[in-house]
């Protein structure tokens, strides 16, 4: 399974826009990169899905270079309601839905 | 809808005794998982079971176990606790057995003692 990296911690302040970059270099062809957003005693939601290029939903974008080893999650005009832990995944098609999570970038919004 | 949905809520046990935790999916979800989170951790992946059969198991001893049954709903099993097994366990249903969402619920907190 590919393993990924990713900043322990941002700080950010009301309506900016967060940018958090996961690596993850032996991604696999079969791999899927993927976004889980956790708030405390909460279990974690699902952000957003891609494999390749840019991918944009109503809450956030990713971005994903030609070469996969990396991916950058965009959170725009972010608020206070947007202080979570966020967690970037790669998910094996073929892995029966076994989700690997890191530690997190734990994102603090300020006002 | 229902999402997924719990319980209980917060459990406390002493080391040595069982525990059984339940979890019943999204209405139409026939896959269930179950992850460990310790405080300050990522979650753990324990187990999955897709229509009642074992999908996929983690690094766990065999003091976990699981299973699920005809209405999709499962049970997740810790005999012979420890202090270590205190943490929120949490379980999440997908649709399908292959490559999807996961939807998880507000887990059930577990503390040791």
């Known amino acids: 399974l590919a393993k990924t990296t990713q900043p322990i911690s941002m700080d950010s302040y009301e309506g900016q826009e967060v940018n958090i970059t996961c690596s993850h270099n032996n991604i696999a062809t079969n791999d899927y990169i993927t976004w889980y957003q956790q708030f405390p005693s909460q279990g974690p939601r699902f952000i957003i899905q891609g494999y390749k290029t840019k991918v944009t939903n109503e809450v956030a974008s990713l971005f994903i270079p030609a070469d996969r080893k990396s991916s950058t999650l965009s959170l725009p005009r972010v608020s206070l309601s947007d202080t979570a832990v966020y967690y970037c995944?790669?998910?094996?098609?073929?892995?029966?839905?076994?989700?690997?999570f890191g530690g997190g970038t734990r994102l603090m919004v300020k006002p | 809808d229902a999402g997924v949905t719990q319980s209980p809520t917060h459990l406390i046990k002493t080391r040595g005794q069982h525990v059984t935790l339940r979890c019943s999916p999204i209405?139409?979800?026939?896959?269930v998982s179950w992850y460990q989170q310790v405080l300050g951790q990522g979650p753990q992946f324990i187990f999955q079971?897709?229509?009642?059969?074992?999908?996929g198991r983690g690094n766990f001893p065999d003091r976990f176990s699981a299973r699920q049954f005809p209405n999709y709903s499962s049970e997740l099993n810790v005999n012979a606790l420890l202090l270590g097994d205190s943490a929120l366990y949490l379980c999440a249903s997908i649709t399908s057995g292959g490559l999807g969402e996961q939807f998880f619920g507000p887990g059930t907190r577990l503390t040791v003692l």
């Open positions: 079971y897709y229509e009642k059969e074992e999908r």
């Open positions: 995944l790669v998910v094996d098609n073929n892995a029966g839905n076994m989700l690997t």
């Open positions: 209405s139409g979800h026939k896959s």
